[in-house]
């Protein structure tokens, strides 16, 4: 899975009319600025976070960027995937094509699972080591209801943001979005009426949609062919790894093959069930506590651990750290922006270290401590 991100160059067009020192932004994101003298520039996963931390760093007082530049940022000639979205039948077909070659472009998954009469479009960065700035999300759900908006001519809302963060900029984003906001989501979740699907987009355009999506099938396939089964385990992990420890047997499955078959082949590529499992883990671990106020004893239950000991004992293992700790340090690396941060944080900590707890998620409750 290649760790490469797009950086539009008219992204600092848009940076330098909000009044934004672009040269000052790419010194606080440590990118040099050659990097941008190639047609279509990229950069790592962690690259394309640095940028966008800078930029929220420069715009301190104006929270409301990132919900403009994802309002502006209108299908283009050079957005292929937000053009065959467009150009759909309707949304619902429109969406589905966005999630499917969404992973054409960089290593962010959408899928979109439709129940209980909602469509819940859930983002996740494969290979982020960190929270995706609030920024980012900010733009990507404006971009996705404006691309709703625009395409159907009809005043689509979310039903409901899930947002993988803290609580901040609440009335902004109701304001905005004019729909629910859960914080502390252990992901970020775009949820519309499941109704909203059936929309016809008005503006289509039959023969461009059906210029583009061989190109686009063509490209997936080929990406299909260049993905390791890590990849594919990696991605199956994410998509179960609520609550529940993910069985072997259950992952094998859901890539249509036996579990000695699996783990064979994960030798053969140097590799384990158990280590990818605990990598995938590793990796949500540091990005809840990071950037969310749920309780120790939550995150431990998130990632499928049957007590907080264990999860506490596996974290010192991968971070040197106990998670508590590891997430106080954070606080105190981040600087005066997060000041205000730690003394909620804190205060969840102590709760998650208390005796057995119980944390409910939706219909599933589980002791946790």
């Known amino acids: 899975m290649a760790d490469l991100v797009p950086i539009p160059l008219d992204l600092f067009d848009r940076l330098k009319g909000a009044g934004l020192d672009v040269d000052a932004i790419l010194r606080r994101a440590k990118l040099p600025r050659s990097r941008f003298s190639v047609p279509k520039p990229q950069g790592t996963t962690a690259e394309f976070f640095a940028l966008w931390h800078a930029v929220e760093a420069m715009s301190g007082d104006d929270p409301g960027l990132g919900l403009r ?147 686009l099938e063509l490209a997936i396939g080929q990406a299909d062919h260049a993905r390791t089964l890590i990849d594919d385990v990696r991605v199956a992990l994410t998509e179960t790894i609520v609550g529940d420890r993910p069985a072997i047997g259950t992952i094998a499955k859901s890539l249509g093959m036996s579990p000695r078959t699996m783990q064979r082949r994960l030798g053969e590529l140097g590799t384990m069930y158990q280590e990818v499992l605990d990598d995938v883990r590793r990796h949500t671990a540091r990005r809840l506590l990071a950037g969310t106020d749920l309780g120790i004893g939550e995150v431990a239950f998130l990632l499928g651990f049957e007590e907080v000991n264990s999860f506490t004992r596996a974290f010192h293992g991968w971070e040197g750290a106990t998670p508590a700790r590891w997430r106080m340090s954070r606080f105190s690396n981040t600087g005066p922006a997060s000041s205000a941060v730690p003394r909620k944080a804190a205060s969840t900590m102590t709760r998650a270290k208390s005796s057995a707890r119980t944390t409910r998620f939706g219909n599933k409750t589980r002791n946790t401590g």
């Open 69 to 215: 530049i994802g309002v502006a940022a209108l299908p283009d000639d050079e957005n292929v995937v937000s053009l065959v979205a467009m150009h759909s039948p309707t949304l619902g077909e429109g969406l589905q094509r966005l999630a499917r070659y969404k992973r054409l472009v960089c290593p962010e998954r959408v899928s979109i699972e439709i129940k209980g009469g909602e469509a819940r479009l859930r983002f996740e960065w494969l290979l982020a080591t960190e929270p995706a700035p609030a920024i980012v999300t900010d733009l990507i759900f404006a971009g996705i209801t404006n691309l709703a908006q625009r395409g159907t001519m009809k005043p689509v809302k979310p039903l409901r943001l899930e947002l993988n963060r803290r609580r901040a900029n609440e009335k902004l984003l109701r304001n905005h979005f004019g729909c629910e906001l859960r914080f502390d989501a252990p992901h970020d979740v775009l949820v519309f009426d499941e109704a909203a699907l059936g929309l016809p987009m008005v503006h289509r355009n039959a023969q461009l949609h059906a210029l583009l999506v061989p190109g």
